[in-house]
């Protein structure tokens, strides 16, 4: 019989063989192994054997495994902290330039300084910023009231006083000889409209073409003359170009060629490549006198029209650091019909040497940057709506231009009353005569033959406005020189004739439907026009803005008169409450002519008061404030990324 033995209990005791016997310093292991022989028992061999060799090995293999871990940890650590440290710079620079938008104005997946850890969130973060941006972009300018004052808070504030220089073809005055006399005269220009006050509230220079008779005797011995001249508040600097270089920069290539170009008017661009040459040198021209006026190696240079492409990036070579400003007043025509243009690789380029290139619609930012895209090997970010070529960055954005507000008070001062009264009776009309208006240059792409046709067709379908009705068309003379140009005005001048001639021959005294008047007249004058209209027709075939329409609004401070304005026109896209029409269509243009002449007053107020409104907000001062803002955000951006990169050199040094 085995002894009586006490157990482990995780061994479990065997009878017959094997026990494990537990004992102070360890395990014992007892075999009892019964001997016998001839059958009979004669005892048992008991082995036993000392087991806490075991348990010390079980100890010593913890131990070893206990350091291997802890080593295999620490190296990891150690390993973790090299890498951490290593990439840390780039993340953080990465970080640094997303956030302050400049990872974002590059493609993230092409950003050569966006880790490739970044570049998933990049996309993300652009959008977010953006819509961030956006919304404080609204929320800010929406609390700024656009004053020639807050203008000038921008530019001492914002740009530090920096030094604004306005470049344009066309001269704000042009002084003119007549006998003894020297005339000051305001050109019938859009850009000039646009512009003036801004230059006025910003001081600074403006240089242009002196194309004035007088112009040359009355500038000092730099070429300027200080304007307006009846408050001078800034310079005008005059350039001078000869009768070769005016034909072929400005009657050639920019009137002959880049204004049909961008019109899609179905006039044909002519290009010559003697154009283009004088083209070049005036640009050139233009762009050294920019450089002589600067006196600083960054000033903000606001460049004005298709007259000047190649000046931003003339300027951008001698002045790289310059906040270079292009607005370009025409449409942008598709990327196909731009090919057309022999020079276009030149013209891009030019117009890239821009730090901000702006448009008047979106449709216009989006056909330039396919244009880009097509024609160039740059770098687009339609996300941001940026172009990089050569390492420097345009971006591309929408400023819908518009007009001083409040209008100038001398120009409503004459009561809607009298403006009727006075316009009526110098035209020979009957007191209650119900009038339409025109103001354009005389320039086929404004469709004034189309809007002659519209008023023949309202009168064959309503014959009731003959002799009750006339359009008075105020058309100043304008590049004359061209081919175009004239024929266009002997159609007009025929057609208007012979609407007048069908529908008053054999009507004793019947008022003339079309009043034609192909001359220059000063702004009160116009003004004085529009407040004694009943309606104004707007049916340019292609226009950038057309400021026309903004005008006639803030002249009906008596919230009176109806817009009929061309859906293609920049205005149409804000002014919603105009009657919108495609000049194409005579008979719908007829019909806008007879709805706005049954227009119930209350209905003209109500539309009156909502365009006014908008033309309230978005004023002129907004147009260039929002550019000086954006301006001055790139420059702040470039100071940053300037002072961040000296930091990485003396870090890496
Ligand atoms: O608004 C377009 C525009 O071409 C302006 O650039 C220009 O000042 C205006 O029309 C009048 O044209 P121009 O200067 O040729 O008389």
């Not at 008023?455 to 003379?477: C, K, N, T, Y």
Request: hydrophobic residues 40%; contains cysteine.
């Amino acid at each position: 019989m085995p002894p009586e033995i006490q157990c482990n209990n995780l061994e479990r005791f065997n009878r017959s063989t094997n026990h494990l016997l537990p004992q102070a310093q360890g395990l014992l292991h007892v075999t009892v192994k019964p001997l016998t022989s001839a059958n009979a028992p004669e005892g048992q061999l008991v082995l036993v054997q000392d087991m806490s060799f075991v348990e010390r090995r079980s100890e010593e293999t913890r131990r070893y495994l206990f350091y291997f871990f802890a080593g295999l940890a620490v190296v990891i650590s150690l390993l973790t902290v090299v890498i951490a440290q290593l990439s840390w710079r780039g993340w953080v620079q990465g970080m640094r330039a997303l956030m302050r938008g400049e990872g974002l104005l590059r493609r993230p997946d092409t950003s050569p300084k966006a880790p490739p850890e970044l570049r998933p969130i990049a996309r993300d973060l652009q959008k977010l910023v953006q819509e961030l941006e956006l919304e404080v972009r609204s929320r800010d300018e929406s609390q700024i009231s656009w004053t020639p004052d807050s203008l000038r808070a921008i530019l001492h504030g914002e740009l530090r006083g920096e030094n604004v220089i306005v470049v344009s073809n066309r001269e704000p005055y042009i002084h003119e000889r007549r006998g003894e006399q020297i005339e000051v005269q305001r050109p019938a220009s859009g850009l000039v409209t646009a512009l003036e006050p801004i230059m006025r509230a910003c001081s600074g220079t403006w240089i242009a073409h002196g194309g004035g008779s007088a112009d040359r005797e009355v500038v000092d011995a730099q070429d300027r003359v200080r304007v307006p001249p009846d408050k001078p508040s800034y310079n005008l600097r005059r350039i001078w170009l000869s009768a070769e270089e005016e034909a072929g920069y400005y009657y050639g290539f920019a009137n002959e060629g880049l204004w049909p170009l961008c019109h899609n008017a179905h006039v044909r661009p002519t290009f010559r490549s003697a154009d283009w040459k004088h083209y070049v040198a005036v640009n050139r021209k233009f762009a050294k006198a920019v450089v002589d006026e600067a006196g600083t190696p960054a000033p903000i240079v606001l460049i004005q029209d298709y007259h000047l492409a190649l000046v931003p990036r003339m300027i951008r070579e001698e002045l790289p650091e310059a906040t270079i400003i292009t607005f370009w007043h025409i449409p942008w025509p598709n990327q196909e019909s731009f090919s057309i243009c022999p020079w276009r690789e030149e013209i891009l380029a030019g117009l890239l040497g821009s730090s901000i290139l702006g448009f008047h619609t979106q449709t216009h930012c989006n056909n330039f940057v396919d244009t880009v895209d097509r024609l160039l090997e740059a770098r687009v970010d339609r996300d941001a709506f940026t172009v990089s070529l050569g390492g420097e960055l345009t971006a591309v954005h929408r400023y819908p231009i518009s007009i001083t507000w409040p209008p100038d008070p001398d120009l409503l001062e004459k009561p809607v009353s009298v403006c009727r009264a006075e316009v009526r009776q110098t035209n020979g009309l009957p007191k209650d005569h119900l009038l339409g208006i025109g103001v354009d240059r005389l320039d086929y792409t404004k469709g004034i033959l189309e809007r002659f046709h519209a008023v023949e067709r309202l009168l064959e379908l309503q014959p009731e406005w003959i002799g009750r009705f006339s359009f008075i068309q105020i058309a100043a003379p304008s590049r004359s020189k061209i081919d175009e140009y004239q024929s266009y005005e002997a159609q007009v001048r025929a057609l208007a004739q012979a609407i007048n001639e069908r529908f008053t021959a054999g009507r004793q005294g019947v008022p003339a439907p079309i009043l034609l008047k192909i001359e220059y007249h000063a702004t009160e004058s116009v003004y004085a026009h529009y407040r004694a209209a009943d309606l104004c027709f707007v049916s340019s075939l292609h226009d950038g803005m057309n400021l026309v329409a903004k005008e006639f609004i803030a002249a009906h401070d008596d919230e009176r008169g109806v817009l009929i304005l061309s859906q293609f026109t920049g205005a149409a896209s804000e002014l919603a409450e105009a009657l919108i029409v495609n000049p194409y269509d005579m008979d719908q243009c007829a019909a806008a002519l007879h709805l706005a002449l049954t227009m119930p007053e209350s209905e003209q107020r109500d539309r009156m008061r909502l365009m006014r409104a908008l033309v309230r907000e978005f004023n002129i001062y907004r147009w260039a404030g929002r550019m000086l803002l954006d301006a001055a955000g790139m420059r702040r951006r470039r100071v940053l990324k300037r002072s961040e990169s000296t930091r990485d050199e003396v870090s890496e040094g």
